[in-house]
Each structure stands twice: as C-alpha cells, then as structure tokens.
C-alpha cells in the first residue's frame, strides 16, 4: 500500500519527474564543460576548425584542386568554419558550441522521449546520458560527433510518432539532407526516414518528404559538383561505381598510414561499444531478446516507430561496423562512431519497455542467457586491463601444464599430453605461441567465468523474491538480464565501462594552453609567412595572422603517399616526400611538434643542416604530456 501511494502522489505531481530531469540536464552539462575545458585537442577537431574557417573565408573551396583534402562532408567544415566568422577563431569558440550542440542534443532527446512515452521514462533518458563519462567526452570536442548527435536527436522529436505536421515532417526531412552534408556516413537516415514517413503518414506524405530531403541533398550536391563525388568515390567500392574512378585517389598512391589490425584487436574494439554505451547497446538488445507480440501493442504509430528506430540504429551500426573494423582505417574510431547515432537507443528503450514480455518463449530465454554471457566475456576482454589482472601470466602457464587426454586428428588418442599441446594441435597457433595467446584471450575466460557466477546470484536472488508479486510470472532469464541491465547502469561511471574511454584526457585548461601557444606563434611569426607544418591538431594555426601552409599537410601522415605522381596527388589534397622536400626549401617557417621531431628523419635532419635557425619552443599545448609543444624554426636569411 505503502508504494501504491508513493505512485499516485507521483502521479498527480507529473512537475517532479521533470525536475529530475532538470538535475540530470544540468549534472550533464557540467561534466560536457568540465571536459571541454580538459580534453586535448585531436587532429579531427583541428582539421574541422582550420578547414573551416580557410573554407569559410573563401581562401579554399571544399573539393577544390590544390587544396586541402576534403575527406569529409563540406558542411562538417563549413558550420565550425562560420561560427569562428562570426565570434572568432580559435579552439575557445569551437569547445563553447560544442557545448552548445550537446546542450541542444540532451534537450531534443528528452522532449522526444516526453513525447513518445512518460515524463518519468524521459527523466531517466536524461539521467543515463548524464552519469556516462563517455558521452560528455565524445561530445566536448569541437567534432562532428555532437553536431551530428544534435541533428539527429531533432529530426526524431519533428518526425517520430503520429500527429506530426506538415510543417514538421518538412524541417526534420531538411535537417536529415544536411546531416548528411556533414557526415556522409548518416545517409541511411535520410533514406530510411523518408519510407518511415511514407509508412507512418500515408503515400502523399512520404513522397513529399522524398521531394523535400532528397530535392535539397541535390541541391547542396550541385553547389560543389562535380567535385564531391570524390567523397562518393572515396567510399563505394570500384567495383559498384566503376564511373567514379577519375575521382578517386591517384594512381599509385598509397598511404604512409597503414596499420596492422589483428583480431583481438578488432574484437577489443568490438565490445567498447558495448562499455561505452553500455546502458543503451544492452536496453536495445533487451529491446529485441523481449519484443511484445503483436497483439500486445497498444499503438499502431509505437510499433511502426520502434520497428523504425531498430532498423535504422542496426543499419547505421553495420555500416560503422564495416568502416572502422573492416577497412582498419581506425579501428579503435568504432565506439567513437556510434557516438553520432547512439540517442535511438533510449527512444527505443522508451517506445518498447513497458511491453517486453515477462515469459517469453524458451529459445528466446536461452538466447537471453547466452547473450548475458557473451557480454560478460566481451566486456571484460575489452577491459583487459582491469579484468586481465585478474589472472596472471604464471597462472596461465601453469594451466597449460595440466595433463589432459591427448587429441589429435579429431580422435581422442592413447595417453595424456599438456594443455598446451592439445590447443597446439586444435588450433590455427604455433605451439610456441600457445601461452601468450591464452594470456591474451585469459580475460574472456574471466569475464565468462563471471557472467556464470553472476547467473547463479541472480538464480538465488530471484528464488529469495519470487512470492513479490512484481516478480511473479518473470522468468529467469528476463529477470536476469533486468538485473545485468541494472547494475551496468549502476557501474556505467567505472572505468570498466563508461569511464575507460579517457585516451585524450589530461589537467589543467587546455583552451588557455592553446591561446597562450597562439599568442607566442602569432608574436613569432609574421604575418602571411609561408610555413611548413607537421603537428598533430592544427589548432594552434588559427592563431598566425594569415599563415600560408602546404594544405596537404593539415592530415598529416593519414594524407602522405609513398607513391604516385606528385602533381596528381597534390591535385587531390595529398603529398609525398617530393613535395615536402619542395616546401621545406621555400617555407619560411617550420613547426614541427615535439612527438614527430624526436622520431628523427629527413625533416629534423635538414633543419640542422646550416638553413634553418631554431627560435624558442612554443608553450606546451597539454600539461599532461612532455611532447606536445612545437618546435619553431626559422629560415636564415
């Protein structure tokens, strides 16, 4: 009775479930701004502010020949480039929309949940946004990461859900085409949300939505054509659009940045998304593992708006899936990207919950537990370092020393042989190399041992609790997966989930680092000197009063070449050592971060040849490292 009364107060007092998301809100904005103000800057956020600005400038055009490479959308440029127009350049104005564009995505989100659900269910979207430390870091950096996030979380709260107007469905069909613009990667929202809005709102809807989203990307297409069909051609494969090839990267080209990805590490990468996202990946899967039949919906537009959701955050995982595991161009980019996408899941979540069946049917019960399991492993291979503790090397090998019956041929032989030997013979590894691939897999093991334990406590616990009449009828799996869901949400501000991702942390304020290390730049180098530059974030280039650079250099060596023809590779916005050769003759200035120089090479070699004069290094732009300041030379006359 007690908590029978406790709802109905709640309930007649709907103002308090927003007032828990005003807490929420302002809980997250300070961790966004805490982090604005400490995050180093990374190459991305450099690349989108100094692109920008010389883009909106009209110094370059996007796609031009000779140019910067534009290897992303124009708009993903443009929008940073002309906010610093308007209230000037620097990482200060960039960090400060950022913050902005997070404000406005949790804003969007938690009216669209309002909506589509109950005050209280958007109260909690607010709060499991709010206590994950890998959003506001993901968001605080001036990339298309919240950008995209902001964009996305408005054309759902315009277009989800029936009643919607004309008005609306136009604005979030606009918004989807510039999304778009900014990341060609989030096509599939236009597309998919143009058959939702066909589905949803009738035929003459839908074809109007396709009109007005399909009719302005063609529009935004024909302000840089032909020359953006090299983003096109950067990713359709040459078999599928063989008529894109002379937009394509020259021939002979080959990039310097060429890593090798092994499998574990794809797998590693794999399951951060599940740590970094851990509230929303495993509420979609409940989502999914608990989908109510049919006749349970109570709304039409629900189900359409939930089968909608799933389609399109499935759709946009896959794709990711694909350009950060598959390509190995950055592998460890995969949790990062889901970033732009991961506000479907709390709508999901939102739409669903209060229909996901308490008894469902027994394969979906063993698959329940098989996928608690399998996140228990891949989490904790994921967190290696914490859970890789756990067992250690000497542990390992003396495993492998445990006499077991001998296996060979896929027949069981006379005798006993080592582990190690067994595995040796059952798998594609060397038998030198069992004990370091055990160790390296040892926290699978861990994590799977744990997801057992964890069932046999969630076995117990729901034993105790049965005759609880909010438990009755709750199967054991449900009810486990309820409580993994549960204490996840509970650890999301660990290290072993939300708070692992912490790659480019760091003390102090890093926006004052970078306007000091300007103000040294700007008072060093004179107006309009022409300078070579090899650093990490061009940031710090935003500071030199119109500083003349190499545009092929703002990607650093993700744009060098081992090959090809310099001219062709210029044309696309790429270089080689020719041409770094042919600017480092006639630059007037060199700045070369601390961490590139110390690796040594033909650069550092030549600037001690007699031409170059070094001047006094420019202030550290991170206090948490030793490395990142610029060494400045100049040439003597």
């Known amino acids: 009775m007690k908590g029978l009364h406790v709802k109905n107060y709640l309930d007649t007092r709907p103002w308090i479930a ?57 708009f993903s440029y443009l929008i940073p480039g002309t906010l610093q127009i308007i209230f000037g350049p620097g990482l200060r104005t960039g960090r400060i929309f950022a913050f902005l564009f997070a404000v406005l995505m949790l804003l969007a989100l938690w009216l669209t949940a309002r909506r589509l659900g109950t005050r209280w269910l958007a109260a909690g ?15 605080s950096p001036a990339v298309s990461q ?14 989800l859900g029936e009643d919607r107007k004309r008005w ?3 604005l979030g069909m606009l918004l989807a085409s510039i999304t778009v613009m900014v990341r060609i990667n989030m096509l599939p929202v236009l597309l998919l949300l143009v058959i939702y809005i066909g589905w949803e709102h009738g035929l003459k809807s839908g074809l109007f939505a396709a009109a007005v989203g399909l009719g302005s990307l063609v529009i935004f297409h024909a302000l840089y054509w032909p020359g953006i069909l090299r983003m096109w051609a950067y990713w359709l494969p040459d078999d599928l659009a063989p008529f894109l090839r002379q937009w394509r990267l020259p021939e002979g080209a080959k990039s310097v940045w060429a890593p090798q990805v092994t499998f574990d590490q794809q797998l590693e990468s794999f399951f951060q998304l599940a740590r970094s996202h851990f509230t929303g990946v495993v509420g979609a899967l409940a989502a999914w593992l608990l989908w109510p039949r049919r006749k349970d919906w109570e709304s039409e537009s629900d189900f359409k708006t939930a089968i909608f ?91 492998l020393k445990t006499e077991v019956p001998r296996f060979n041929n896929m027949r069981f032989q006379p005798g006993f042989a080592e582990l190690r030997q067994v595995l040796a013979n059952l798998l594609p590894v060397d038998y030198y190399d069992i004990p370091r691939f055990a160790f390296l897999y040892s926290p699978l093991v861990t ?39 549960g204490i996840g949400t509970i650890l999301v501000p660990t290290d072993l989930l939300g708070n692992g991702y912490k790659s480019y942390d760091c003390t102090g304020n890093v926006i004052v680092d970078f306007e000091r290390t300007g103000a040294y730049l700007a008072k060093t180098i004179p107006a309009g000197s022409q300078v070579y530059w090899f650093g990490y974030s061009p940031v710090n280039l935003l500071y030199i009063p119109d500083a003349k650079v190499y545009p092929p ?42 961490r590139y120089f110390k690796r040594g090479g033909e650069v550092p070699e030549k600037l001690s040849s007699g031409k170059f004069e070094e001047l ?13 300041y610029l060494r400045v030379f100049r040439r003597i006359p």
């Open 18 to 74: 927003d007032l828990v998301a005003l807490v929420g809100f302002l809980f997250f904005l300070v961790q966004v701004a805490r982090f604005g103000i400490t995050q180093r800057s990374v190459l991305d956020e450099g690349l989108y502010l100094y692109k920008g600005l010389i883009f909106a400038l009209g110094k370059y055009t996007p796609f031009q020949d000779y140019g910067p490479w534009t290897n992303q959308m124009p």
């Open 125 to 139: 979207v607010v709060w499991i946004t709010a206590i994950n430390p890998a959003m506001a870091r993901y968001y």
């Open 146 to 159: 919240g950008l995209v996030a902001c964009l996305l979380m408005w054309i759902m709260f315009l277009t």
């Open 168 to 170: 609306q469905l136009v």
């Open 309 to 399: 959701l799933s389609v399109l955050f499935l759709s946009l995982v896959g794709l990711h899936t694909w350009a950060a595991l598959g390509n190995e161009y950055c592998t460890y980019c995969f949790a990062g990207y889901n970033a732009f996408f991961i506000g479907l899941t709390p709508l999901l979540i939102v739409v669903t919950i209060r229909l996901w069946q308490r008894n469902p049917s027994v394969g979906r019960k063993v698959l329940v537990l098989v996928v608690i399991l399998v996140l228990f492993a891949g989490i904790s291979f994921s967190a290696s370092s914490i859970s890789g503790s756990v067992i250690q090397a000497d542990t390992v090998n003396r495993f």
């Open 447 to 485: 994590g799977l041992i744990a997801g057992v334990l964890f069932l046999g406590l969630a076995a117990l616990v729901k034993i105790m609790i049965n005759r609880w009449p909010l438990f009755k009828g709750l199967a054991f799996s449900v009810f486990a997966l309820w409580l993994f869901w």
């Open 553 to 594: 250099q703002l990607n650093i060596h993700y744009s060098l070449s081992t090959g090809g023809d310099s001219d062709a590779l210029l044309r696309y916005g790429w270089w080689n050592d020719e041409l770094s050769n042919r600017w480092l003759q006639g630059a007037d200035y060199v700045l070369m971060e601390e």
């Open 616 to 628: 006094p290094p420019a202030p550290s732009t991170a206090s948490c490292a030793d490395d990142a």
